[in-house]
């Protein structure tokens, strides 16, 4: 069945360190997202990409950075300039200049210890 | 205030009653989604709707244009219906089908 892998799903990382998010998908979909969630607040927008080797901020990319080298892939970077990183990641995907629904991954949980 | 509000922010309910859940949006929407959020955290797609009605199962999800509103039913609901509930609406910007999300409605049916 093709879907959308997050991994791992729970991250617990040190502050002051870079950790990274992965994203994969084998829906053949062109636009990759990724999505912060915090408690009492609608999805957010962190990084999306329309196609391989582009990609553009959302509303709250500060601290954030990500990589589009292959179609089926879309790494998430928390750097340390983050600064409150502990939230639910959740990875989506759909086709390119659509309406269709998005797909999303079953999600990362990360904390900062 | 958010550009989509749903009502209310939580709702407890006893298995089998009928249920409403409300969303408000204050911008232009190419389309309005319902996605149902699980404990363990996945997201699924329950609707998207541009004008009008659709039902799948228990579920009917509605939309007036006009109004800039939309509402979700359950009928006959069960245990297993618990999850978020999020609105989001789809505004259509150039290349980007960009997604504004409602802060969801944490629904809890009880046996």
């Known amino acids: 069945d093709g879907g959308i892998t997050q991994s791992p799903k729970y991250l617990f990382r040190k502050e002051g360190q870079n950790v990274t998010l992965s994203c994969e998908q084998n829906?053949?979909?062109?636009?990759m997202y990724w999505y912060r969630q915090d408690p009492g607040q609608g999805l957010r927008l962190i990084y999306y990409?329309?196609?391989?080797?582009?990609?553009q901020k959302g509303d709250i990319a500060e601290g954030y950075s990500v990589s589009r080298e292959k179609k089926e892939s879309f790494p998430l970077t928390v750097t340390s300039a983050q600064k409150n990183p502990t939230a639910f990641y959740l990875c989506a995907s759909t086709k390119r200049d659509t309406l269709q629904p998005q797909h999303f991954g079953d999600g990362t949980r990360l904390s900062i210890l | 205030k958010n550009e989509v509000e749903q009502s209310p922010q939580n709702l407890t309910a006893q298995e089998g009653e009928f249920i409403t859940i409300n969303c408000s949006y204050s911008?232009?929407?190419?389309?309005l989604h319902w996605l149902q959020q699980h404990p363990g955290g996945g997201i699924v797609s329950l609707f998207m709707l541009s004008s009008g009605k659709k039902k799948h199962g228990r579920l009917i999800a509605t939309i007036n244009i006009q109004e800039k509103h939309s509402s979700l039913h359950i009928t006959a609901s069960h245990p297993r219906d618990s999850a978020v509930y999020i609105c989001a609406v789809s505004v259509y910007g150039g290349a980007t089908n960009k997604l504004i999300f409602g802060t969801g409605t944490l629904l809890a049916v009880q046996p």
């Open positions: 990409s329309q196609i391989v080797n582009d990609f």
């Open positions: 829906l053949n979909h062109d636009a």
């Open positions: 911008v232009g929407i190419s389309a």
